[in-house]
């Protein structure tokens, strides 16, 4: 069975750059969940999506980001101009149905920012 | 603010004895709680959950305690076995207004055969 996908797994990429990473949740997860982890930090809420609602976005910590997901299934966490400060594992989690359920996580993908 | 705080960032137990990982939290609103388990270069693996209405739930060798007075809960391994060594999170869910897990920083386990 296939769980959270992310892509890609390793992303380098220099100051000023802007950096587009995606998230295939598990099919039929209507709750989608974006997260980060800089270094020996805990997990760090970013974006929440349910079905067709309006996203929860307070967890994005600047206008330099932001997520759309496509219905129910793929999801895209865009990064405009990153910061040094953004380097940290950028974690997807879905969920049947919602915030009072066991998400389930993908690999993440670990980004570096020069 | 950090609504769950693990206090121990690591943790080293012998082969075979239990293995005891704490979580405190602050909001009383928090119904539901969950330990995950990550590996280096992994996503957090979900471990075991309770809910509020209950004090203790275990699963095989894993057993989550829940203290609500406290506001305090533990995580139970017995017997440790060296597949065990990872990061282990602690997050609570709950009638906070937030639809995010909170999560605490982690505390490392090493278990030495």
């Known amino acids: 069975g296939a769980g959270v996908s992310q892509s890609p797994s390793n992303k380098v990429t220099e100051k000023g750059k802007d950096v587009e990473l995606r998230c295939d949740p598990i099919s039929g997860h209507t709750a989608l969940y974006w997260y980060r982890q800089r270094l020996g930090q805990g997990l760090e809420f970013l974006i929440y999506f349910q079905g067709n609602s309006a996203p929860d976005k307070s967890g994005l910590p600047s206008d330099r980001f932001s997520a759309e997901r496509t219905g129910e299934s793929v999801s895209t966490l865009t990064i405009q101009r990153t910061q040094q400060e953004d380097s940290a594992v950028y974690l997807c989690a879905s969920s049947l149905m919602g915030s009072q359920e066991t998400q389930y996580f993908g690999p993440g993908t670990r980004l570096l920012v020069l | 603010d950090q609504q769950v705080k693990q206090n121990s960032p690591s943790l080293s137990v012998q082969e075979g004895r239990i293995s005891i990982l704490n979580c405190d939290y602050t909001n009383s609103m928090f119904d539901y709680f969950l330990w995950y388990k990550k590996y280096p270069a992994e996503g957090p693996t979900f471990l075991i959950s309770i809910s509020s209405i209950k004090d203790k739930n275990e699963d095989g060798r894993f057993t989550v305690f829940l203290n609500k007075s406290a506001k305090h809960l533990s995580l139970h391994i017995v017997p440790s076995q060296p597949g065990d060594s990872a990061v282990y999170f602690c997050?609570?869910?709950?009638?906070?207004?937030?639809?995010?897990?909170?999560f605490g920083t982690g505390t490392r386990l090493t278990v030495i055969p």
């Open positions: 997050a609570a869910s709950g009638r906070t207004g937030a639809n995010n897990l909170f």
